[in-house]
């Protein structure tokens, strides 16, 4: 079953907290994505993965970090997590060829406070 | 950057009714996907469209690539059509990857 797991589903956190937000999928897909979404904004890219190790900025980086040391793993790291990084927060993989969309998770609702 | 308008910002019809989303776009595309949203859910892939006319069940999408303007047209509306309907331009062609740029969505309602 095709799939894209994030967890945890919802996080609360303090301002200067440190946030880990973990991605999975099982397709072997070799582009991961992170995304957030706002009211308003819509949905804005932080950063995107081509495969392990090989991670690019999106639109939104700052204040944000990623691993991808396996394949079927993408993390999504807030060092010292800020308020305006409230948000809910979706992971997304695709087949690396343009005509594929992308299979996304439930999402992450964090809310820093 | 890369812009995409979507219109209307929200659209409230009865059961029954159809209705006309459109998307805008700034610059030339590689390729224009139509997502749905259910309230506080995933997305999930309705077409990938880039150019022409797709069907899929009550759902057509039209994407005129000189006009920079794509359209999803949802027939006999139901209540379960219900949610937010995003568009997304793909740019950076040639990278093989699809990294999207959304529209900031509509929101469906309908009335029974």
């Known amino acids: 079953d095709m799939k894209v797991t994030q967890m945890p589903r919802y996080l609360i956190k303090r301002m200067g907290e440190n946030v880990l937000l973990e991605c999975g999928q099982d397709?072997?897909?070799?582009?991961m994505y992170w995304y957030r979404q706002d009211p308003g904004l819509g949905l804005q890219l932080i950063y995107i993965?081509?495969?392990?190790?090989?991670?690019s900025e999106g639109d939104i980086p700052k204040g944000y970090r990623v691993s991808r040391k396996k394949r079927e793993h993408f993390s999504l790291i807030l060092d010292s997590a800020k308020t305006n990084q409230t948000s809910v927060y979706f992971c997304?993989?695709?087949?690396?060829?343009?005509?594929?969309?992308?299979?996304f998770g439930e999402g992450t609702r964090l809310s820093v406070l | 950057g890369q812009q995409v308008q979507q219109s209307p910002a929200s659209l409230v019809l009865q059961e029954g009714e159809n209705a006309e989303l459109q998307c805008n776009f700034s610059?030339?595309?590689?390729?224009m996907q139509w997502f749905y949203q259910r309230p506080g859910g995933s997305l999930v892939s309705l077409f990938y469209?880039?150019?022409g006319t797709k069907h899929s069940g009550r759902l057509t999408s039209t994407t005129v690539i000189k006009e920079r303007r794509s359209s999803l047209h949802i027939s006999s509306s139901q209540t379960t059509d219900s949610g937010t309907y995003l568009c997304?331009?793909?740019?950076?062609?040639?990278?093989?990857?699809?990294?999207?740029?959304f529209g900031k969505g509509t929101k469906f309602s309908l009335i029974p």
């Open positions: 993965s081509y495969d392990v190790d090989s991670n």
């Open positions: 997304a993989s695709s087949l690396s060829q343009e005509n594929q969309a992308p299979l």
């Open positions: 610059t030339s595309l590689n390729s």
């Open positions: 997304a331009l793909a740019y950076l062609p040639g990278t093989g990857s699809n990294r999207l740029t």
């Open positions: 469209n880039p150019s």
């Open positions: 397709m072997s897909h070799e582009t």
